[in-house]
């Protein structure tokens, strides 16, 4: 099993980090990161507090001559079944494979919090390919493509949110957290 945890910062209070990226629908598009075919939002329901969302990935990547031999590049999709916590400010995802769902145990939490004035991102999780011999391999090939990924998607982030500010201005704050006030 390999586990990752990766921290950024946004220079935007929590909360406007928050309702920009995690409220407003389509604010960049992740099928814009490196390893990413497509990314299609499949279910989002909104129930109190939380938002739940399942979103279908076809992702690409060089598979090593050794995975090749147990995995094809069309058993690259999943399904990310996830929930937006308001409250916490946490997005917890479950990964469901396409392929090998006995085989693959993949989650990870999305966490942001106020560091003064500023918010802090932390994004940790883990990675397990339970097949002898080639699973650790795998797994490195995975959490190498999803770092990529990472850090893309922290600078697609950074730019929308920037960009959202700049041509709109703060928004109002229409969500509650633990440390955010619903319409400040």
Not at 168 to 176: A, F, K, L, M, Q
């Amino acid at each position: 099993m390999q586990k990752y945890n990766v921290t950024n910062y946004y220079d935007y209070p929590v909360d406007v980090v928050c309702q920009v990226l995690m409220e407003i629908p389509n604010i960049y598009s992740l099928a814009d990161l490196p390893n990413v075919s497509t990314n299609e939002l499949v279910e989002e329901r909104n129930v109190g507090d939380k938002k739940y969302l399942k979103v279908k990935w076809d992702v690409q990547g060089q598979l090593p001559p050794i995975v090749q031999k147990v995995v094809k590049p069309n058993m690259l999709t999943f399904v990310e079944d996830s929930v937006w916590d308001r409250t916490r400010r946490i997005y917890s995802t479950k990964i469901i494979p396409g392929f090998f769902k006995n085989a693959i145990d993949a989650h990870h939490e999305l966490e942001f919090l106020d560091e003064k004035g500023r918010t802090k991102r932390v994004l940790r999780g883990h990675f397990e390919f339970k097949v002898p011999i080639v699973g650790p391999i795998f797994e490195g090939l995975v959490i190498n493509l999803l770092k990529q990924n990472i850090d893309a998607d922290f600078k697609l982030s950074t730019k929308a949110l920037k960009q959202y500010i700049e041509k709109n201005g703060v928004p109002e704050i229409t969500y509650r957290s633990l440390g955010g006030q619903a319409g400040k």
